[in-house]
């Protein structure tokens, strides 16, 4: 990442060292050994590993929700301490709250950020289009189904505007259909914002069809393991990427770094 004045900037996300024991009772369970992962600005990381392999406890981490019990994570090479401001997260329980509508669920992070109310209605229009919910912004959560809900919670997470965004299997609960068409018009929308992302999925092919590298986790205690490049041109159509060979190649690697996660292993391996 070089700049015009040949100086090196810093990863947008930086994980050094991280490391986590969960307290239960007297003992202590490791969930996370020795993470290290750097995040380009503008770079979209999709992060995929075993169940109980410690992904969501990362993005805890790096939202500030879990402090770690070793280890560092910088946004722009700045350590963060707390709730980093910068940081937006979506999970899978989309947290609209209920008794607000969908306008005032998306105003929200508008109005708690001061901007002047002409603009956060202009904004929450805008969003609203954009999250194809065109008719809807007078609606409670409860009228909407689960995709609908998801948009709600996608409008609302670019109307906060991070420069980091951490989503944790924000799509999973979905049917397939809903899921490959919210996926699709998601990435259309950050093809157009092209924020730094961090999106933890078990589906090895919405990570390919959606990132711009896919780092694979060890089964817990969790750490990266391997990582690669997903070099499909964008913007990217999900029914043309599919089937295309480079597609496939990659899904069959990454799978089978993922398999050997799930075999189990010698006695004394060192984890
Ligand atoms: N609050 C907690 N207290 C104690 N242990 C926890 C807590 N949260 C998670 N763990 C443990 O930490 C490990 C990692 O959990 P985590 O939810 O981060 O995994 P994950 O990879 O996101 O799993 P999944 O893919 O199934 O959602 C697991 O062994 C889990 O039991």
Redesign the pocket.
């Known amino acids: 990442m070089s700049t015009a004045t040949g100086t090196t900037a810093p990863p947008k996300l930086s994980v050094r060292d991280l490391r986590l024991s ?1 307290r ?1 009772g007297r003992r202590r ?1 490791l ?1 996370l050994r020795d993470v290290n992962l750097d995040v380009a600005d503008g770079e979209f990381l999709a992060l995929v ?1 075993p ?7 990362l993005l805890k981490i790096v939202s500030g929700l879990v402090a770690a019990t070793a280890g560092t994570v910088a946004i722009d090479g700045q350590p963060t301490r707390g709730t980093p401001e910068r940081v937006g997260l979506l999970f899978q329980n989309d947290a609209l709250l209920p008794w607000r509508t969908v306008e005032d669920n998306i105003r929200f992070p508008l109005a708690i950020g001061g901007t002047p109310l002409p603009e956060q209605r202009e904004r929450v229009k805008r969003l609203i289009s954009a999250v194809g919910l065109d008719g809807f912004g007078a609606y409670y959560p409860r009228q909407l189904s689960g995709g609908m809900r998801k948009r709600v919670a996608l409008a609302r997470i670019l109307a906060a505007d991070p420069d980091v965004f951490l989503m944790d299997e924000p799509f999973g609960p979905l049917d397939a259909q809903t899921r490959a068409r919210i996926s699709a018009d998601f990435l259309a929308l950050w093809e157009q914002v092209g924020k730094t992302v961090v999106f ?1 999925t ?1 589906d090895v092919d919405e990570a390919i069809l959606l990132a711009d590298r896919v780092a694979v986790m060890t089964a ?1 205690p ?1 750490r990266v393991k391997e990582e690669f490049q997903v070099d499909i041109p964008r913007p990217r159509s999900i029914d043309d990427v599919r089937f295309s060979a480079p597609f496939r190649e990659l899904r069959h690697r990454i799978s089978q770094s993922l398999r050997t996660e799930f075999e189990p292993t010698d006695a004394g391996d060192g984890r």
């Open positions: 969960y239960s369970n969930a590993g169940s109980g392999c410690g992904k969501s406890t933890v078990h817990g969790g």
